[in-house]
Nanobody
Framework: QVQVVESGGGLVQPGGSLRVSCAASGSFSSINAMNWYRQAPGKERELVARITSGGSTNYADSVKDRFTISRDNAKNTVYLQMNSLKPDDTAVYYC??????????????WGQGTQVTVSS
């Protein structure tokens, strides 16, 4: 069983910064990639940022140059540093961990989500 837990969401003013964290734990061989998605009310869930086991990163165009994804492999933890936040960034942010199981299968697990609200 694999658990994925996000933390660090909250309320921030426009232009402010916030960092959310995600930790994966449980029984697995390794983590292939960790991703941050977000879903705003009435909208589809979208990929925000991705980081692979080798450290390669990808970002949605809407967050490039404002958000930074990083990971601590020793802690199986990924971080999303969000700067210059805008009201449009308001959403529930979900972490997705793609792991290699003890049996060599690739499986994806989701966290419960953390609310980020950007408002004055």
């Amino acid at each position: 069983q694999v658990q994925v837990v996000e933390s660090g969401g909250g309320l921030v003013q426009p232009g402010g910064s916030l960092r959310v964290s995600c930790a994966a734990s449980g029984s697995f061989s390794s983590i292939n990639a960790m991703n941050w998605y977000r879903q705003a009310p009435g909208k589809e869930r979208e990929l925000v940022a991705r980081i692979t086991s080798g450290g390669s990163t990808n970002y949605a165009d809407s967050v490039k140059d404002r958000f930074t994804i990083s990971r601590d492999n020793a802690k199986n933890t990924v971080y999303l540093q969000m700067n210059s936040l805008k009201p449009d960034d308001t959403a529930v942010y979900y972490c997705n961990a793609v792991v290699i199981t003890l049996w060599g299968r690739m499986e994806a697990y989701w966290g419960q989500g953390t609310q980020v609200t950007v408002s004055s």
